[in-house]
């Protein structure tokens, strides 16, 4: 990963595809430790792509989508707005392995796992990423890669 800017600007990581293809590699060796998920999550529109490429890595078919909004186009944060989300018959009685690509302020995710308990689910949080400074929410990833503060830019995000 590349590393830009300096001390007036945001650090970045600059992410490239072999970059991605490593960290998924890492995050599937942690996840292999572990019973395989009965469904896996992935957040849209960051935990499509390493949600994807876990499933190939690990064998995993059984997929769902999660579409959460808390972010406005500016940036700002708001109150999670569910798009489109599983029935709760997809997720009770199930361990749900839900995968984004960062965890931030963590909000998302967390408003993901309190819905997957709530459906009578057993959420497992993984992401490439943790910003354990940005978070809000007092709790860190079950799985994790990468711990930084920087600003992460992901090749599927970059349009390149």
Excluded: C
């Excluded at 769902?64 to 489109?84: C, I, K, P, T």
Aim: proline share 5%; glycine share 8%; no cysteine.
């Amino acid at each position: 990963m590349v590393q830009a800017g300096d001390a007036t600007t945001l650090a970045k990581d600059i992410v490239t595809w072999e970059d991605l293809d490593r960290l998924v590699a890492r995050l599937a060796e942690q996840l292999a430790t572990e019973p395989a998920p009965d469904v896996v999550l992935a957040i849209s529109r960051g935990g499509l792509v390493p949600a994807g490429m876990l499933g190939y890595r690990l064998g995993w078919r059984d997929m769902l989508l999660a579409a959460v909004v808390v972010y406005d186009d500016d940036g700002n944060m708001g109150e999670a707005r569910f798009l489109q989300f599983p029935a709760d018959d997809q997720l009770r009685g199930k361990r749900i392995l839900i995968v984004d690509e960062v965890w931030d302020s963590g909000t998302t995710i967390t408003a993901v796992s309190d819905r997957i308990r709530s459906a009578g689910g057993t959420p497992v949080t993984a992401v490439l990423h943790y910003k354990p400074r940005r978070s809000m929410v007092g709790l860190v990833p079950d799985h994790f890669v990468v711990e930084t503060d920087a600003w992460v830019v992901y090749p599927f995000k970059s349009g390149k």
